[in-house]
Protein backbone atom coordinates (compact mmCIF):
# COMPACT_ATOMS: atom_id res chain seq x y z
CA UNK A 1 0.00 0.00 0.00
CA UNK A 2 0.92 3.86 -0.64
CA UNK A 3 1.15 5.59 2.90
CA UNK A 4 0.52 8.96 3.11
CA UNK A 5 2.21 10.90 5.55
CA UNK A 6 0.94 14.60 6.34
CA UNK A 7 2.34 17.29 8.60
CA UNK A 8 1.97 18.77 10.65
CA UNK A 9 -0.57 16.83 12.36
CA UNK A 10 -2.17 19.92 14.28
CA UNK A 11 -1.42 23.38 13.54
CA UNK A 12 -3.15 26.60 15.32
CA UNK A 13 -3.25 29.86 13.13
CA UNK A 14 -5.56 32.78 13.57
CA UNK A 15 -8.28 34.14 11.13
CA UNK A 16 -6.59 36.15 8.15
CA UNK A 17 -3.43 33.70 8.66
CA UNK A 18 -1.97 31.56 5.52
CA UNK A 19 -1.56 27.81 6.84
CA UNK A 20 0.55 25.15 4.54
CA UNK A 21 -0.11 21.32 4.89
CA UNK A 22 2.17 18.95 3.71
CA UNK A 23 1.62 14.89 2.10
CA UNK A 24 4.35 13.07 1.24
CA UNK A 25 3.96 9.72 -0.74
CA UNK A 26 5.66 6.42 0.46
CA UNK A 27 6.29 6.24 -3.44
CA UNK A 28 5.43 8.68 -6.88
CA UNK A 29 1.81 9.00 -7.39
CA UNK A 30 2.27 12.01 -10.15
CA UNK A 31 -0.85 13.85 -9.38
CA UNK A 32 -3.14 11.67 -8.44
CA UNK A 33 -3.86 13.34 -5.14
CA UNK A 34 -7.01 15.40 -3.68
CA UNK A 35 -7.40 17.11 -0.41
CA UNK A 36 -10.52 16.63 1.75
CA UNK A 37 -11.89 18.90 4.34
CA UNK A 38 -13.80 17.38 7.67
CA UNK A 39 -15.59 19.18 10.28
CA UNK A 40 -16.87 17.44 13.08
CA UNK A 41 -19.32 15.44 12.89
CA UNK A 42 -19.67 15.79 9.27
CA UNK A 43 -18.74 13.71 6.02
CA UNK A 44 -15.22 14.67 4.12
CA UNK A 45 -15.77 17.57 1.55
CA UNK A 46 -13.83 17.26 -1.43
CA UNK A 47 -11.74 20.67 -1.94
CA UNK A 48 -8.29 19.74 -4.30
CA UNK A 49 -8.23 16.67 -6.78
CA UNK A 50 -5.54 15.75 -9.60
CA UNK A 51 -3.04 18.15 -6.79
CA UNK A 52 -4.35 21.36 -7.78
CA UNK A 53 -7.75 21.54 -9.36
CA UNK A 54 -10.29 23.54 -7.49
CA UNK A 55 -13.62 21.62 -6.74
CA UNK A 56 -16.86 23.55 -7.80
CA UNK A 57 -17.73 25.65 -4.76
CA UNK A 58 -14.73 25.70 -2.76
CA UNK A 59 -13.45 29.34 -2.37
CA UNK A 60 -10.00 30.38 -3.97
CA UNK A 61 -7.97 30.48 -0.89
CA UNK A 62 -7.90 27.20 -0.87
CA UNK A 63 -4.68 25.87 -3.40
CA UNK A 64 -2.63 22.48 -3.86
CA UNK A 65 0.69 22.07 -5.54
CA UNK A 66 2.80 19.24 -6.48
CA UNK A 67 3.56 16.38 -7.89
CA UNK A 68 5.25 12.92 -7.54
CA UNK A 69 6.13 12.63 -3.53
CA UNK A 70 5.26 15.89 -2.10
CA UNK A 71 2.27 17.67 -2.20
CA UNK A 72 0.44 20.80 -0.18
CA UNK A 73 -2.30 22.34 0.83
CA UNK A 74 -2.10 26.22 1.41
CA UNK A 75 -4.96 28.11 3.00
CA UNK A 76 -4.38 32.19 2.36
CA UNK A 77 -6.32 34.16 4.55
CA UNK A 78 -8.05 31.67 6.91
CA UNK A 79 -11.63 32.20 7.83
CA UNK A 80 -13.57 31.10 10.63
CA UNK A 81 -15.20 28.10 9.12
CA UNK A 82 -11.52 26.87 7.72
CA UNK A 83 -10.78 25.79 11.44
CA UNK A 84 -11.16 21.94 10.50
CA UNK A 85 -9.26 18.65 9.80
CA UNK A 86 -7.60 18.18 6.73
CA UNK A 87 -6.97 15.38 4.75
CA UNK A 88 -4.74 13.67 1.93
CA UNK A 89 -6.05 10.65 -0.50
CA UNK A 90 -3.81 9.62 -3.26
CA UNK A 91 -5.47 8.02 -5.93
CA UNK A 92 -2.83 6.46 -7.79
CA UNK A 93 -3.05 2.88 -7.13
CA UNK A 94 -5.38 0.57 -5.30
CA UNK A 95 -5.85 0.55 -2.33
CA UNK A 96 -6.56 4.22 -2.21
CA UNK A 97 -5.32 5.52 1.11
CA UNK A 98 -5.50 8.89 2.89
CA UNK A 99 -3.08 10.52 5.46
CA UNK A 100 -3.44 10.83 9.10
CA UNK A 101 -5.14 14.16 9.04
CA UNK A 102 -4.00 17.92 10.27
CA UNK A 103 -6.48 19.03 12.59
CA UNK A 104 -6.16 23.31 11.66
CA UNK A 105 -7.22 24.79 15.47
CA UNK A 106 -7.89 28.78 16.29
CA UNK A 107 -5.18 30.17 18.07
CA UNK B 1 -27.37 17.34 -7.20
CA UNK B 2 -26.27 14.14 -6.79
CA UNK B 3 -27.36 12.91 -3.21
CA UNK B 4 -26.49 9.81 -0.93
CA UNK B 5 -29.11 8.16 1.55
CA UNK B 6 -27.70 5.60 3.67
CA UNK B 7 -29.00 3.38 6.41
CA UNK B 8 -28.10 0.15 8.23
CA UNK B 9 -27.64 -1.59 11.57
CA UNK B 10 -25.97 0.38 14.27
CA UNK B 11 -25.66 -1.99 16.41
CA UNK B 12 -24.06 -5.36 16.07
CA UNK B 13 -22.13 -8.14 18.38
CA UNK B 14 -18.99 -9.34 17.44
CA UNK B 15 -18.89 -12.41 15.23
CA UNK B 16 -22.42 -11.05 13.10
CA UNK B 17 -22.29 -9.21 9.38
CA UNK B 18 -22.29 -5.64 8.91
CA UNK B 19 -24.95 -4.47 6.27
CA UNK B 20 -25.48 -1.16 5.01
CA UNK B 21 -26.93 0.37 1.88
CA UNK B 22 -26.75 3.42 -0.44
CA UNK B 23 -29.07 4.93 -2.47
CA UNK B 24 -27.95 7.57 -4.65
CA UNK B 25 -30.87 10.24 -5.76
CA UNK B 26 -30.13 12.46 -8.93
CA UNK B 27 -27.44 12.23 -11.38
CA UNK B 28 -26.49 9.48 -13.38
CA UNK B 29 -26.00 6.19 -11.50
CA UNK B 30 -24.32 4.24 -14.15
CA UNK B 31 -21.51 6.43 -15.27
CA UNK B 32 -19.46 6.00 -11.82
CA UNK B 33 -17.94 3.69 -9.23
CA UNK B 34 -19.49 3.90 -6.30
CA UNK B 35 -17.12 3.51 -2.52
CA UNK B 36 -17.56 2.69 0.65
CA UNK B 37 -15.20 4.39 3.29
CA UNK B 38 -14.83 4.06 6.90
CA UNK B 39 -13.72 6.14 10.04
CA UNK B 40 -13.23 4.91 13.74
CA UNK B 41 -13.89 7.24 16.30
CA UNK B 42 -11.36 9.79 16.66
CA UNK B 43 -9.41 8.79 13.70
CA UNK B 44 -8.37 8.33 10.05
CA UNK B 45 -10.14 7.39 6.89
CA UNK B 46 -9.99 3.47 5.16
CA UNK B 47 -10.74 2.92 1.97
CA UNK B 48 -12.82 -0.44 1.64
CA UNK B 49 -14.19 -0.92 -1.62
CA UNK B 50 -15.74 -0.13 -4.77
CA UNK B 51 -18.24 -1.13 -7.37
CA UNK B 52 -19.80 0.10 -10.66
CA UNK B 53 -23.14 -0.21 -11.82
CA UNK B 54 -22.00 -3.70 -13.88
CA UNK B 55 -21.33 -4.94 -10.18
CA UNK B 56 -17.10 -4.90 -10.93
CA UNK B 57 -15.57 -4.32 -7.55
CA UNK B 58 -11.94 -3.71 -6.20
CA UNK B 59 -11.75 -3.80 -2.40
CA UNK B 60 -8.89 -3.06 0.30
CA UNK B 61 -6.63 -5.94 0.52
CA UNK B 62 -6.76 -5.72 4.51
CA UNK B 63 -10.70 -6.53 4.43
CA UNK B 64 -11.26 -8.40 1.52
CA UNK B 65 -11.69 -12.10 3.00
CA UNK B 66 -14.76 -10.13 4.63
CA UNK B 67 -16.19 -7.68 2.30
CA UNK B 68 -18.39 -7.96 -0.39
CA UNK B 69 -19.93 -4.88 -2.15
CA UNK B 70 -23.02 -5.49 -4.52
CA UNK B 71 -25.28 -3.53 -6.74
CA UNK B 72 -28.77 -3.16 -7.39
CA UNK B 73 -28.77 -0.98 -10.73
CA UNK B 74 -32.96 -0.97 -10.93
CA UNK B 75 -33.16 1.33 -7.73
CA UNK B 76 -29.93 3.21 -7.68
CA UNK B 77 -28.44 1.38 -4.73
CA UNK B 78 -25.37 -0.24 -3.50
CA UNK B 79 -24.39 -2.20 -0.26
CA UNK B 80 -22.06 -3.64 1.84
CA UNK B 81 -21.29 -6.45 3.68
CA UNK B 82 -18.86 -7.05 6.54
CA UNK B 83 -18.85 -10.34 7.97
CA UNK B 84 -17.33 -11.51 11.22
CA UNK B 85 -17.06 -8.25 13.14
CA UNK B 86 -14.93 -7.32 16.09
CA UNK B 87 -14.67 -4.24 18.05
CA UNK B 88 -12.23 -3.45 15.93
CA UNK B 89 -14.43 -2.72 12.72
CA UNK B 90 -16.62 0.10 14.71
CA UNK B 91 -16.12 3.28 12.83
CA UNK B 92 -18.65 5.53 10.83
CA UNK B 93 -19.40 3.77 7.67
CA UNK B 94 -19.79 6.64 4.65
CA UNK B 95 -20.60 5.73 1.01
CA UNK B 96 -19.12 8.58 -1.79
CA UNK B 97 -18.91 8.41 -5.47
CA UNK B 98 -15.87 8.58 -7.41
CA UNK B 99 -16.27 12.00 -9.06
CA UNK B 100 -14.06 12.31 -12.64
CA UNK B 101 -11.98 9.12 -11.55
CA UNK B 102 -11.00 8.35 -7.84
CA UNK B 103 -12.02 11.31 -5.90
CA UNK B 104 -15.07 11.01 -3.66
CA UNK B 105 -17.51 13.38 -3.85
CA UNK B 106 -20.21 13.52 -3.20
CA UNK B 107 -20.05 11.54 0.44
CA UNK B 108 -23.28 10.11 2.07
CA UNK B 109 -23.56 11.67 5.71
CA UNK B 110 -22.12 8.44 7.06
CA UNK B 111 -23.63 5.63 9.46
CA UNK B 112 -22.30 4.96 13.22
CA UNK B 113 -21.54 1.02 13.29
CA UNK B 114 -20.48 -0.02 16.75
CA UNK B 115 -19.78 -3.67 17.46
CA UNK B 116 -20.12 -4.54 21.30
CA UNK B 117 -21.03 -7.37 23.20
Known amino acids: DIQMTQSPSSVSASVGDRVTITCRAS??????LAWYQQKPGKAPNLLIYAASNLQSGVPSRFSGSGSGTYFTLTITSLQPEDFATYYCQQASNFPFTFGQGTRLEIK | QVHLQQWGAGLLKPSETLSLTCAVF????????WSWIRQPPGKGLEWIGE???????TFNPSLKSRVSISVETSKNQVSLNLSSVTAADTAVYYCARAFLTNWFDPWGLGTLVTVSS
Open chain 1, 27 to 32: QGISRW
Open chain 2, 51 to 57: VNHGGRT
Open chain 2, 26 to 33: GGSFSDYY
